[in-house]
């Protein structure tokens, strides 16, 4: 294969995401604005303490996880013990890339349970679990699925590819991928979402109508709002819009439903129709199928270093014994990539506030129900760099209030 073609193509795929993210997200959701940030002024000292001490329990247990996966995936991904694995597995090569895949991803998370076990029992000790074992055991089994399918599905193509176009592989992988990242999306809420909740649509009654006449006034036409039963394994307040096109839906948690008062209801909507506005998971989908095919570029540079071969005991991207190396590469992109992925959902995030803030004209239900949100939830206050990187996909409750009261303060 051609080293400088692959590096050319995943710079200029580089550049192209990152402009795309500059013309599709704003930088500033609120030029002009200086929102005062200050938890302490929408906060009790004992909300303050409480949610500190839920982190201080479980963000050991999580970097530890982490950590232990990383660890874990490298050993298997630069040492010849992945690739005899893999080697051993029947099947030809479609089962080993299949079963490799699996195998890899059960010991990592096998390694890993101690600790999970760990987080989940500081969720139950602060009230935020309703599961049992047996769901929780169900559910864990369910998330090896959804990491093992696509993940094989993707390694099977790209080893395909590598087998008879030796040369050119790389670029028909990226195409693949991104294809693969566009379809996962789109399938997403009728494939995945359904093996972990079940839904049904929002009953009859003035908190469906007034939904309905909210997108009708938005210009956002809903069909249906659906109400996820998340109180079998949580009591956190929830909604998200997923997929686009025909598979686009959205949905509230019924913990919000049973909970909130109608306008809180409306409000959280209100900035889910902002998502819905402005197609933000196919903004999402279209920035990750970018960002996919520039990976896929940078791991074909990556794969055609010899001595790193050498060292995983594979021959090349066309052997089935590379797929441990392959999955700890994509491991270590994927925290290095998280900080970016992050930074972009937080603006999209702070845009859909804005909207709800604009179609609700009421900053002060959105300031009492995100102070309601944040101290049910056990939100992150005042997160410290390192996780608010890594893990803070929405700003924190402090930032989403400020973000609210500079907006107040504009309005004539
Ligand atoms: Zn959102």
Redesign the pocket.
């Known amino acids: 294969m051609s080293r400088r073609a692959a590096a050319l193509a995943a710079v200029v795929l580089l550049l192209v995401l990152v402009a795309a993210a500059l013309v599709l997200v704003p930088v500033d959701v609120l030029p002009g604005a200086h929102p005062v940030v200050d938890a302490g002024r929408d906060f009790t000292p004992a909300q303050l303490a409480r949610e500190q001490e839920f982190h201080r329990a479980l963000r050991p247990s999580a970097y530890a996880s982490l950590v232990l996966g990383l660890v874990v995936a490298g050993v298997l991904g630069v040492t010849r013990l992945g690739s005899r694995l893999v080697g051993r597995l029947p099947g030809g090569r479609t089962g080993q890339v299949v079963l490799g895949v699996l195998a890899v991803t059960l010991i990592g998370r096998l390694l890993t349970l101690p600790l999970d076990v760990r987080s989940e029992l500081v969720l139950r000790e602060y009230g935020l679990s309703t599961q049992t074992w047996g769901s929780w055991a169900l559910d864990a089994g369910k998330a090896v699925l959804v990491a093992v399918v696509p993940a094989a599905l993707a390694l099977l193509a790209v080893l395909a590819l590598a087998r008879r176009l030796p040369r050119t592989w790389w670029a028909w992988s990226a195409g693949a991928l991104a294809a693969l990242v566009v379809l996962g999306s789109f399938a997403y809420p009728v494939v995945v979402e359904p093996l972990f909740h079940s839904f049904r649509p929002l009953a009859a009654g003035p908190l469906r109508t007034d939904l309905l006449a909210l997108a009708q006034e938005d210009g956002v036409p809903v069909r249906d709002v659906l109400v996820a039963d998340a109180s079998r394994r949580t009591t956190a307040l929830n909604a998200?819009v997923s997929g686009f096109g025909s598979t686009r839906r959205l949905v509230v948690y019924d913990t919000l439903v049973q909970t909130a008062s109608p306008q809180e209801v409306e409000l959280v909507v209100a900035?889910?129709l902002g998502?819905a506005e402005r197609d933000d998971v196919l903004v999402g989908t279209a920035l990750g199928a970018l960002g996919g095919a520039a990976a896929v570029c940078v791991l074909a540079l990556v794969l055609s270093w010899p001595a790193l071969l050498a060292r995983s005991g594979a021959t090349g991207p066309d052997d089935p014994r590379v797929v441990p190396l392959v999955l700890a590469l994509v491991a270590v992109g994927t925290l290095l990539a998280a900080p970016a992925v992050n930074l972009v959902s937080r603006r999209i995030?702070a845009r859909?506030d804005l909207h709800s803030l604009q179609l609700t004209g009421d900053a002060d239900t959105f300031i009492r129900s995100e102070q309601r949100l944040a101290v049910q939830n056990l939100s992150d206050l005042e997160p410290a760099p390192l996780a608010y990187a890594l893990f803070s996909t929405?700003p924190s409750g402090p930032e989403r209030i400020a973000l609210a009261r500079s907006w107040a303060a504009a309005q004539p």
């Open positions: 998200y900035h889910e998502h995030e859909a929405h």
